[in-house]
């Protein structure tokens, strides 16, 4: 059998539910967990040992590992430290026909959105778990 592994960005929120009185001997108790919103717009309620698992992370708030930074950049998102940056944010640039790379790579974008040059991590950027997505 094949393994996978995925990213994906979720939206959760706290919801508890009333287990059914004939589904087990757990029946009429309440189940803590959340509902769960995908990209798709599907909708499902998870228990809360899923997100708490360490499937999931918040992406807001700065504690993302860099790995989940990258895969978010992949997905068209804009990145930060929690703790660096100053308004400048990171984000994955494709060529274009007036690039002068011809194979994706990460830029830094400053504040103001003027300048733009290709970003490489130092060690601590890829080992801290303070990255999070930029609106």
Known sequence: MQSYIGIEIIQAEPKNRVSPPDSSARGG????????IYDD?????????KLAGGNYRPINGGCMSFGLAI??????KKVRRNADFRGAFLCVQK???HSLMTEPYIRIVS?????????????????ADDWEIVD
């Open 29 to 36: 108790m309440i189940e803590y967990g959340y509902k769960i």
């Open 41 to 49: 717009g599907h909708e499902t309620w998870e228990p809360k040992e």
């Open 71 to 76: 895969e978010a950049m992949k997905l068209g």
């Open 95 to 97: 060529p274009d026909t």
């Open 111 to 127: 504040y103001c959105g003027k300048l733009t040059v290709p970003w490489i991590p130092k060690m601590d950027d890829m080992l």
